[in-house]
């Protein structure tokens, strides 16, 4: 979502990564239907994908951290146009539309007060500690 929406791509990096991590799972997979696969590459397989999403996630949060200092200069048109129809609506009523001017750093990921009325509150649970 974050790569849709502020125009984000992966370099041929990212994608060699993702993709040789696909392929390590999906032979270790394969692999299993034929042989006895050690339970240390099964774990392996697991670090190699849990190593993959942690960078990814990194990665996401640093550009989401450059939009909040620099502001966000709006969603690219071709990107706006081929939302659903609620959804431009609904980035409309905020005054965020494509190729328009970028909006303040502190309200990028802002909630915005007009909507916080239509979703019911809920109270917050405490756990409560048994004696």
């Known amino acids: 979502m974050v790569q849709t929406r502020f125009d984000k791509e992966n370099t041929a990096c990212d994608d060699c990564i993702i993709t040789g991590t696909c392929l390590f799972v999906w032979i270790v997979d394969i692999a299993r239907c034929f042989i006895d696969i050690p339970r240390e590459i ?20 640093i550009e989401i951290d450059d939009i909040k200092k620099n502001g966000y200069q709006g969603m690219p048109p071709l990107i706006m146009n081929s939302l659903p129809p609620a959804q431009q609506m609904m980035f409309q009523k905020v005054g965020i539309s494509g190729a328009s001017g970028g909006m303040h750093p502190a309200m990028v990921g802002a909630p915005q007060p007009q909507y916080m009325d239509q979703y019911p509150q809920y109270p917050q649970c405490q756990p409560q500690l048994s004696r």
């Open 42 to 61: 099964d774990l392996l397989a697991d670090c190699v994908v849990l190593s993959v999403t942690g960078c990814m996630h990194a990665q996401q949060q």
